[in-house]
């Protein structure tokens, strides 16, 4: 038990620390130490929590760090890897904090993350591929025809300025009517 908590905080520390660019860009990082490193997870389960977490109130990395850590260890795992996916983030806040009236308008700073931007616009890509391509033995993903006309009947609506959680509700409903609960 201790070997699995050890494991799970150094790899959502990893996660922590290299994840530039929020939640979506982190599912690929994610994904690679859950299912592809570690084999905590399948495919589809990994896909389930990443469609709960999107679901539920806070960040997704903060959601299926929780969410993952209670499926591998419990409710000390949940904690763990909650814990370690937000100690870099914090640890760099204070630091940034500090630091800030001194380093805003300096060069290399804002050169910085200006290089990063990129790199977060491919992370985030990176996860929208690892969603949608095949990932089973089947060579199949686990979006199907009835996922894609979800997607474009709640695009559509989205672009008619129809309120957001109202798509939700009914894609949820959408979701229990075609797949059953």
């Not at 939700?168 to 009517?177: K, Q, T």
Request: net charge neutral; glycine share 10%.
């Amino acid at each position: 038990m201790i070997g699995t908590l050890l494991q799970l905080f150094v790899s959502y520390l990893k996660i922590g620390f290299f994840g530039f660019g929020g939640g979506y860009a982190m599912l690929s990082l994610i994904h690679s130490e859950v299912v592809e490193r570690n084999a905590w997870l399948t495919n589809g389960e990994f896909s389930d929590i990443v469609a709960i977490s999107q679901m539920t109130p806070g960040p997704i990395a903060l959601n299926s760090a929780t969410y993952i850590g209670y499926e591998v260890a419990g409710v000390w795992g949940s904690i763990v890897a909650t814990v370690a996916v937000c100690l870099p983030a914090l640890t760099l806040m204070m630091l940034i904090t500090r630091f800030f009236l001194k380093l805003h308008d300096n060069i290399y700073v804002k050169s910085v993350v200006a290089g990063m931007k990129p790199v977060v616009v491919g992370m985030i890509m990176s996860a929208a591929l690892l969603l949608i391509l095949p990932h089973s033995a089947e060579g199949r993903s686990f979006i199907d025809g009835w996922s894609w006309a979800i997607f474009v009947v709640v695009l559509i609506a989205s672009a008619r300025k129809v309120n957001p959680i109202l798509l939700i509700v009914c894609s949820g409903l959408a979701g229990v009517l075609i797949y059953g609960i």
